[in-house]
């Protein structure tokens, strides 16, 4: 069946500018969750949605990060007046058991 | 704070056996995971333990033990495919939150 997908995959903006960062999980995966990767870093666990609420948001740097999740399905991550320390790969994962997540292929953010 | 520590770089030679270690000091422990990721992809889950002992998959085995706050991933009759990078990852509470290693890149040599 189809897996996690990401849009887009690649992303170049302006630093100043807002992105929108979109997710679809896998269908009937209730648990979604959004980590940042930077260039030969570990994975950053930014926000968990269960559902379309979100209990543990603890992971978002700044004000400027925001997230939401409608219909049990689809997110979005924004990120405001982007900086050039957002430059990174954002990955989704989804999953019904919190044991193993499945990953999307995620948004390489490049900020200039 | 939190962290986990795993070698940055192994290499073995095709055929061998390899042994990723991670050690790890977190608030809150559920179990741990490794995941795979190779240049360019999105991480794959390999396996979990949320038990001390030792699981197996394949070619693929995990330990864990729960004391000594430290776990590692075994990986046997290496393939040259297998050249990727290896996270560990504690899961630290209920919701499925993951605390990522910073990985080790494991190069197979022909």
């Known amino acids: 069946g189809a897996g996690v997908s990401q849009s887009p995959s690649n992303k170049v903006t302006e630093k100043g500018k807002d992105v929108e960062l979109r997710c679809d999980p896998i269908s009937g995966h209730t648990a979604l969750y959004w980590y940042r990767q930077s260039l030969g870093q570990g994975l950053e666990f930014l926000i968990y949605?269960?559902?379309?609420?979100?209990?543990?948001k603890s992971g978002l740097p700044s004000d400027r990060f925001s997230a939401e999740r409608t219909g049990g399905s689809v997110s979005t991550l924004t990120i405001q007046r982007t900086q050039q320390e957002d430059s990174a790969v954002y990955l989704c994962?989804?999953?019904?058991?919190?044991?193993?997540?499945?990953f999307g292929p995620g948004t390489r953010l490049t900020v200039t | 704070g939190q962290s986990l520590e795993q070698p940055s770089e192994v290499t073995a030679v095709e055929g061998a056996i390899v042994q990723i270690n991670c050690t790890y000091q977190t608030s809150g422990f559920y179990g741990l995971s490794w995941y795979q990721q190779h240049d360019g992809g999105a991480p794959t889950f390999l396996s979990y333990?949320?038990?001390?002992g030792l699981e197996e998959t394949g070619r693929f085995s995990s330990f864990l033990s729960r004391s000594d706050s430290y776990g590692y991933l075994l990986l046997q009759e290496l393939q040259m495919k297998d050249s990727a990078s290896y996270f560990c990852a504690v899961l630290s509470g209920n919701t499925g939150k993951l605390i990522f290693g910073q990985g080790t890149t494991l190069q197979v040599k022909p």
């Open positions: 994962a989804s999953s019904t058991t919190s044991d193993e997540q499945y």
């Open positions: 949605f269960q559902g379309n609420s979100a209990p543990d």
């Open positions: 333990n949320a038990l001390d």
